[in-house]
């Protein structure tokens, strides 16, 4: 089943629920849905005989700053039953991105939404721990965001030799052999 399959059994279990199907370069279904939408597709999803989507398998989201809507929170989803992936995404506006928690249909979800709460700052509505989980609980920002602040200061340098001489390799050997003893 491809992703217009997909939305089809999706519109005639949602109907009047939005469903766009996306282009995919790698063959994959890909299929877009409205945030107030999202938990029902969800749910529509994992419960629907013919899709019974049952394992969430990855989350993550993408930055497309300065766009509008900025955000897109990615879910893929595997039905073992039926033979099928697909790619679940939704779009969220910069200035408030929040969407429901996928916690309830889905224990794994728990962890990757900490992930992108704190790499992304992209809040999920309900979810039972909001805490960081990579950064400290100090850290002021969202390091996946393209705006986050690079403090790396630098300068270039040239590049130097890959190859020794016979007369630095013989050296870089006494050296070696002496801090072994």
Request: no cysteine; aromatic share 8%.
């Amino acid at each position: 089943m491809d992703a217009n399959g997909i939305a089809e059994v999706l519109g005639a279990t949602l109907p009047g629920v939005p469903v766009e199907v996306a282009p995919s370069v790698d063959l994959q279904s890909t299929l877009y849905v409205q945030p107030g939408d999202l938990l029902n597709v969800l749910q529509a999803l994992r419960d629907s005989a013919p899709l019974k989507f049952e394992v969430l398998a990855e989350m993550t989201a993408a930055d497309y700053w300065p766009r509008e809507p900025r955000f897109e929170v990615i879910y893929l989803l595997i039905s073992v039953e039926n033979r099928l992936r697909l790619r679940l995404k939704v779009r969220l506006p910069g200035d408030d991105p929040h969407v429901g928690t996928a916690t309830g249909l889905w224990s794994s979800a728990n962890w990757l939404e900490r992930e992108i709460w704190d790499m992304f700052g992209i809040a999920f509505d309900g979810h039972p721990d909001p805490r960081r989980l990579l950064m400290p609980e100090d850290w002021e920002g969202y390091p996946a965001r393209k705006d986050y602040p690079v403090q790396i200061q630098k300068v270039p340098q040239g590049g130097s030799p890959t190859q020794l001489t016979e007369e630095e390799f013989r050296a870089n050997l006494l050296k070696d052999r002496l801090v072994r003893k």
